[in-house]
């Protein structure tokens, strides 16, 4: 492993614990596998009722009328609800956090097929869903739009028209980059390779569904909020502002969450129904929807139709990438990203290449279908960009009769260019990605891979390679561009150490299942000694922690990470002060060795972080001018992303009869700057790169032509398990960031941002004898089948 | 958590018991069983009963698989598991074993039954495209001990529906035994655990070099499984090749009625009934020969 950089060397067995980073089994995982995990859903409160929603059975219909007589009769049933009785309070309708807004309950028409249309409070989960079959809504059914190539039609039916004015099914218009210079690289490139791709809607599909449990005491006017949220301080700050709601006296907790993957980082119009009962019925009010629900109500993501255009010189030099891109975002933008970036962070459509020009425009429509956008691990939308352009990358290669590895290599961006401006304006911080390349290659044995590929192609048999090499912008954001409802993307921390020299760390970010109780612990134990298990990772609840804007976007380690390895090192600075006290030597004649300090020339005349922390809660004095305590807090706002990249080779095999592909080896090559853990690092990437092998061959969200939701269970809407995915290859090179503390980038994300691309790659690749050039996901065997046949067909 | 219609349940002591809760219930009840397809049918609410008579306790009634000389008899309670462990039928009909093997997963396996798969009549069902193939017989119990026995043909009378009326109980599956017989299942899926997007049986009967019978069981392609006739008609007194295997596969696609869905085109469903039938029958040959 030659090509990994230095930095990265002595980590410990998991049963050492290292003091600082390396391997170790999580702190939190005991409470798991014991079943002892602690979930909204787990949540029972004295007198707590339960909460069911009505939904649209029809994607578009003006509702005539409601009655809810015969539910409001039926056992059990406390109240019911309708957007009719919540517009009287001015609550029918929302903010999204794109600046749109979004139906908490529909009053004049409903926009998809399970919209939320009333609700029911019963005395528990049986009799309010009961109730439900007695509500009686009267719809007028109208005709969708469900093509989003249709949206824009003369004769599209108007969705919208609750917005002043608005007479067509137009959301916004972005661009980015230099039209015209990019229009005169492709005018003078001796080579254009254009390409139609899909990026079909796919759902996060957490193994928790969204809930709520609302407890609203009416003689404090305190509300508590236990909520599935990713971002617990961000809602209070909106709960504040749609409800009108003192924000003092609104404290959200976000327990154990199963699982987020972005699906968890909106307002849902359930948690706000919740809200509304336990303030109506003066109890606590608890709603989990069920899996249908989640599936067919909640943030999708992708559903992006893309053209992508590459031009470049005859021997292979990239000089420009194109894109025109249209946007699905159903009946209401809830697109959840910094409000400057309404396509996300797509602009990174450049990948990891120096090229000359590069421009997209894209138009995003509204349809009838579910509101959402960016979710699923998407990196606000890196996701289709790495698609993108990683796809036509391999189409120029194909058109060159090129190896796709050799072209990579030959446009790379070089390490002595960082940082790099691409050319749609964002500032790469750091990257050498040939050593990355070269060591995914070797992993995989490129070269014989290919030879075994050319017998195989000999005899008939279907065997492809693939290849996807990526650079994620992550950890957003500086907040002078980056905000979400005007809330700046930067991250609180706050730690204490206690007199024994025990400690804990206050967080912004919620962890879903990224471990961080364990990743924290460590970055805070290797600034300051203390060993992590005697450091308590406290986050998820607003009462309890700083202000942040909580974990998606890979940002948790960029941001919060950053803060924590900084707020500890406020604290060592403090004890060194401390300390010199202490040994009656001046700060100056200290060194630090993790855990201790002593003085310069003489080790043995030492004070550790303990006797430090006892010190400064104890008796005597201390150095003029210090308080006691041992402690700190600090808000980071970062100066920029961080671009972590790697390197992806799939090997598929397809069975030439039934047109089924086995994903047979993968190597994965992530650089995400420090690795803090390893372990963690690892088990995000396999768990990024099991979604990859679900979006590339079996996952899409699909309607017919009346906006029926295909996809309403799990029996509809496939995602992969263990027989689907081989053993997952991963490697690491180590470029840290040069901007970040610790010089760690995001890692979350990137696997299922490279892994699709790859896949595909990989599967058009081993469908060449057939002429092949491209298929859209999802690469199911019916689709591989009509691919061979010249029949590929678009999956929308 | 997705939440059913109100239901009781009676627990059935015996398989008496069982139908005279039935003949008292009628088609308000169902019977449960592994209820793997019954519970997330109710949930999702597409099935509602008033009752649900459980008779997981009639195993030791309804669960074995015991080899006679003309034929193999298996309970209707025998498990999934408990088919593809079962050294009787790995010996007779190894077509059950590739079968249970691409059958959802092992919880599913630990508890959903030979029985329940028949009587759900799914159109993508596996064990009844194994049956079909097997030519199976189905012996349905009735008031007062009645019994009757009935082909496959005769027992999926359409998608989701049996000739089990609504006080009688399905206690046990026949498997006729004949010499030098081979047999082999395929099945294509998008994932493990979803269903078919077609899959196929195929059983054949040697003597000497020549094909004595030969069954092809298909699944997913048309509203019930189907065997197909002609397909025998055209493989008996043949020797087994590739040409008749092709000749068997163009059969298999024209007698099938697919449709288009999520799982794939009417077209690939075809395609795959020829290659699927093909790939068994080469299998079950194979298996004769050995």
């Known amino acids: 492993m030659t090509a990994v950089h230095e930095r990265v060397d002595t ?4 049963d050492q614990k290292p003091v600082g980073y390396g391997r170790m089994l ?52 406390k109240a019911v609800v309708t957007g009719a009785m919540l517009a009287q309070q001015n609550l029918a309708w929302m903010p999204t956090l794109s600046n749109d807004v979004q ?12 919209q939320e249309v009333a609700f029911v409070v019963a005395e528990d989960r049986y009799a309010a869903r009961d109730a439900l079959e007695l509500i009686d809504v009267e719809y007028d059914v109208l005709d969708p739009v469900i093509d989003a190539r249709r949206a824009l039609a003369p004769d599209a039916p108007l969705i919208r028209d609750d917005l002043d004015g608005k007479t067509n099914n137009h959301c916004f218009d972005w661009e980015t980059g230099d039209e015209a210079a990019t229009e005169a690289v492709f005018a003078r490139a001796d080579v254009v390779v254009s390409q139609d791709l899909v990026y079909p809607r796919v759902h996060p599909a957490p193994m928790e569904t969204c809930g709520a449990v609302a407890d609203y005491d009416s003689v404090d006017g305190k509300l508590r909020l236990w909520s599935t949220t990713q971002a617990p301080h961000a809602h209070r700050t909106l709960y504040a502002i749609v409800a009108g709601l003192p924000e003092h006296k609104i404290q959200v907790i976000s327990p154990d969450i199963g699982g987020g993957f972005g699906n968890k980082v909106p307002i849902y119009p359930g948690y706000v129904c919740a809200i509304v009962a336990s303030i109506v019925t003066g109890k606590p009010v608890k709603w989990m929807e069920d899996r249908s629900e989640n599936l067919i109500s909640t943030g999708f993501a992708r559903d992006y139709i893309m ?10 030099r990239i000089l420009g990438i194109r894109t025109n891109v249209l946007a699905d975002h159903g009946a209401f933008n809830g697109t959840a990203a910094p409000v400057k970036y309404p396509a996300g962070f797509f602009g990174v459509f450049t990948g990891s290449y120096d090229i000359e020009a590069a421009y997209c425009k894209m138009t995003a429509v509204y349809t009838n279908k579910a509101p959402g956008g960016v979710a699923y691990a998407c990196s606000f939308r890196i996701t289709e960009a790495v698609y993108l352009v990683e796809r036509i990358v391999d189409c120029l ?124 612990a460590q970055i805070v134990a290797e600034e300051i000694g203390i060993p992590p298990a005697d450091i308590e990772v406290l986050h998820g609840d607003t009462d309890n922690t700083p202000f942040g804007l909580g974990t998606y976007g890979s940002r948790s380690t960029p941001v919060s990470g950053a803060a924590a390895a900084l707020v500890a090192r406020k604290v060592r600075d403090k004890a060194r002060i401390i300390a010199s006290g202490m040994l009656e030597v001046s700060v100056a004649d200290l060194e630090w060795e993790k855990g201790a300090f002593h003085v310069a020339g003489d080790p043995g005349r030492s004070v550790t972080i303990q006797d430090i922390a006892l010190r400064a809660h104890g008796a005597g004095d201390l150095p003029e001018g210090i308080e006691g305590g041992l402690e700190a807090q600090i808000c980071y706002n970062p100066s920029n992303l961080t671009y972590p990249h790697g390197a992806y080779i799939c090997v598929v095999d397809i069975d030439p009869g039934t047109a089924q592909v086995t994903v047979r080896r993968f190597i994965a090559v992530d650089d995400c700057g ?70 760690a980038k995001g890692v979350g994300e990137s696997a299922t941002v490279g892994s699709p691309p790859a896949i595909v790659n990989a599967v058009i690749d081993a469908l060449k004898p057939f002429g092949v050039r491209h298929a859209d996901m999802p690469l199911t065997p019916s689709r591989v089948w009509d691919a061979m046949r010249g029949q590929a067909r678009p999956p929308i | 958590m997705q939440v059913p219609a109100p239901f009781e349940y009676e627990r ?15 088609g308000t009840a169902r019977l449960i069983a592994g209820g793997h397809s019954l519970l997330p049918m109710m949930k999702l609410r597409l099935a509602n009963f008033d009752y649900l008579i459980d008779i997981n306790d009639l195993h030791g009634e309804l669960g074995y698989v015991e080899a006679g000389p003309d034929e193999v008899r298996i309970g209707a309670l025998t498990r999934h598991r408990e088919l593809l462990e079962s050294p009787v039928l790995a010996a007779a009909f190894p077509i059950f074993a590739d079968a249970e093997r691409v059958i959802a997963d092992p919880v599913v396996r630990n508890r959903g039954t030979l029985g329940g798969s028949l009587c759900q009549a799914d159109p993508s069902e596996d064990l009844s495209a194994v049956c079909t193939t097997l030519d199976a017989r189905c012996v349905i119990r009735g008031p007062g001990g009645a019994e009757r026995v009935v082909s496959m043909e005769e027992f999926h009378v359409g998608p989701y529906e049996t000739a089990v009326a609504d006080d009688e109980i399905l206690v046990e599956i026949r498997l006729p035994v004949r010499p030098g017989c081979g047999s082999a299942y395929a099945k294509v899926e998008r994932r493990a655990g979803d269903w078919a997007v077609v899959s196929a049986g195929a059983a054949v009967w040697l003597d000497g070099g020549a094909i004595v019978d030969a069954r092809v069981g298909l699944a997913a392609v048309g509203p019930n499984t189907t065997g197909i006739p002609a397909i025998s008609a055209a493989l008996r007194g043949q020797e087994p090749s590739e040409s008749l295997y092709e000749q068997a596969g163009a059969i298999a696609a024209d007698s099938c009625d697919p449709v288009t869905d999520q799982r794939g085109s009417a077209d690939y469903k075809r395609h795959l009934a020829a290659e699927l039938t093909r790939r068994t029958l080469r299998r079950a040959v194979e298996r004769a020969r050995s």
């Open chain 1, 11 to 14: 980590f410990h067995d998991n």
């Open chain 1, 26 to 77: 999580r702190k939190e995982d005991p409470r798991f596998l014991r079943g002892r995990g602690r979930y909204v859903d787990d949540v029972q409160l004295p007198g707590m009722l339960h909460l069911a929603i009505l939904r649209s059975p029809v994607a578009h219909a003006r509702i005539v009328g409601i009655d809810t007589s015969a539910a409001e009769a039926s056992p059990g049933v």
């Open chain 1, 103 to 114: 139906a908490v309950l529909a009053t004049d028409k409903v926009r998809f097929q399970g």
């Open chain 1, 307 to 316: 053209r992508g255009e590459i031009a470049a010189t005859r021997d292979g």
């Open chain 1, 397 to 520: 290669a194909d058109e060159l009769g090129m190896d796709p590895a050799e072209l990579r290599l030959k446009n790379f961006i070089q390490p002595e260019q960082f940082p790099y401006t691409t050319k749609t304006g964002w500032v790469y911080d750091s990257g050498n990605y040939e050593p990355t390349m070269r060591l995914a290659m070797e992993m995989a044995g490129y070269d014989e891979l290919r030879r075994e590929q050319a017998e195989k192609r000999a005899r008939g048999e279907l065997m492809g390679i693939g290849i996807a090499f990526f650079t994620e912008a992550v950890g957003a954001g500086p907040r002078k561009d980056m905000d979400i409802l005007g809330l700046g993307m930067a991250d609180g921390c706050e730690l204490r150490v206690h007199p024994t020299g025990k400690a804990v760390v206050r967080l912004s970010v919620q962890s879903q299942g990224q471990g961080h109780e364990t990743t924290f």
């Open chain 1, 674 to 743: 420090t690795r803090i853990n390893p372990m963690i690092i690892e088990g995000q990437v396999h768990g990024g790169l099991t979604d990859g092998v679900g979006m590339a061959l079996m996952e899409m969200i699909a309607f017919d032509e009346d906006g029926n939701c295909l996809g309403a269970s799990l029996m509809d809407y496939l995602i992969p398990t263990s027989l689907e995915v081989p053993d997952w290859e991963t490697g690491f090179t180590v470029t840290p960031s040069p901007h970040h503390p610790i010089g």
């Open chain 2, 12 to 26: 059935a002591t015996s398989v008496d018991h069982a139908i005279s809760l039935l003949e008292r219930l009628g």
